[in-house]
């Protein structure tokens, strides 16, 4: 099982991001998957959830109505569109894979002027 984040960076207050996160080594379509933060200092923090269909998401109440989880079964993947950003939405943001207990590597996101 293999799980690779990409799409962080530096962007400024306001502004939007998208992450991405490939996975490979298991039948994706069939697994919910979710995203997590850990910024210096604070608690791992889930962000967002997404089951297996897509049916259903779930977000932390500090990012509802700003970001969105999606997922492209067809290329095994899952996003996280980031907008309105805050400074401290700065994090390292990890997707995982709770059927297989997986962590990507992360990516690291920085919310600064």
């Known amino acids: 099982v293999q799980l690779v984040e990409s799409g962080g960076g530096l962007v400024q207050p306001g502004g939007s991001l998208r992450l991405s996160c490939a996975a490979s080594?298991?039948?994706?379509?069939?697994?919910?998957m979710s995203w997590y933060r850990h910024a210096p200092g604070k608690e791992r923090e889930l962000v967002a959830f997404?089951?297996?269909?897509?049916?259903?998401?779930t977000y932390a109440e500090s990012v509802k109505g700003r970001f969105t989880i999606s997922r492209d079964d067809a290329k095994n993947t899952v996003y996280l569109q980031m907008n309105s950003l805050k400074p401290e939405d700065t994090a390292v943001y990890y997707c995982?894979?709770?059927?297989?207990?997986?962590w990507g590597q992360g990516t690291q996101v920085t919310v600064s002027s």
């Open positions: 080594g298991f039948t994706f379509s069939n697994y919910a």
């Open positions: 995982y894979a709770a059927a297989y207990v997986a």
């Open positions: 997404i089951t297996s269909t897509g049916g259903r998401t």
